[in-house]
Every structure is written in C-alpha cells, then in structure tokens.
C-alpha cells in the first residue's frame, strides 16, 4: 500500500468522523496523520518494517494511529473505517467527495434539502435551491454542476 493510498484512508476516517460530529480534536489528528504520510519521502511500509525505526517519530503519529497505519499495511482496511461507513449513510459519504462541499456543507445538503444523492445534488443545484441556504451562493451551485 503506498503513501498516498494510507493517506486517503485517513482522510476519509477524519470526514467520516466529522459527520458524525466527533471531536474536533481526534478529527484534525486524523487529518494531521493523512498529511503526514502523504508528504513522506519514503514508503511508509519501508518505515513500519524497519525495526530500528518508529512510526511513531514521525510528525503527529502517536502510538494510537501508528497502530491504524500498521493495521491498514496488514491488512488494507481499518476497522473504525469499516464501522463508520456502517453508520455513516451512503449518500452523505458521496456529497463528502464533490468538490467545494466538504463534510460540514454536506451535512447541510443532506439535512435542510434531503440530498441523498449526486442526482438530488445536481437537480438541487439547477433548480438554484442550493444557493438559497446560508454560507451558498451562485458560485458554489457552478462549482456543483
């Protein structure tokens, strides 16, 4: 698994976890984590393999995450992953991943115009109802479509 693979996988996790309103802490740490490992010079499985070295000396990987980040190279899944997808509906995940909504915006969609789709999202942004809630505005609906 490479780098950037471990990062995305993190990224998700922290998306996940802010939909569901977890603590802004443990998101952002998620967050740190992915950055880190995305902006390594060397494979993070190099690292994780080396008994002389520790994942843990890396910038904002503690002892919790550097678990996640040896469980993930094991065996190519997290399990809080597997359990936030479990808890998270489908279609909020799939808002997550436009770009310009990130997990608060897409809260929003989902919540005050019932958006449980790409489709929705689309129909919602033609007919300019998405501009019609507070912090959207034209530009975002034209960065939608």
Sequence with gaps: M?????AQIFDEVA????????????????????????????PVAKIAADPERKLEDLSGI????????????????LPIRRELRGQVPAGLRDLVAVPGLGPKRAQ???????????????????QHRVRELKGFGPKTEEKIL
């Design 2 to 6: 490479e780098n950037p693979e471990v």
């Design 62 to 77: 503690g002892a919790d995450l550097a678990g996640k980040v040896r469980t993930l190279l094991q065996t190519g899944d």
């Design 108 to 126: 929003v969609l989902y919540q005050q115009l019932g958006i449980r789709s790409l489709d929705q999202l689309r129909q919602a942004a033609r």
């Design 15 to 42: 998306d996940l976890l802010e939909l569901q309103g977890a603590n802004l802490f443990r998101v952002r740490a998620y967050r740190n984590a992915a950055r880190t490992l995305r902006d390594l010079a060397e």
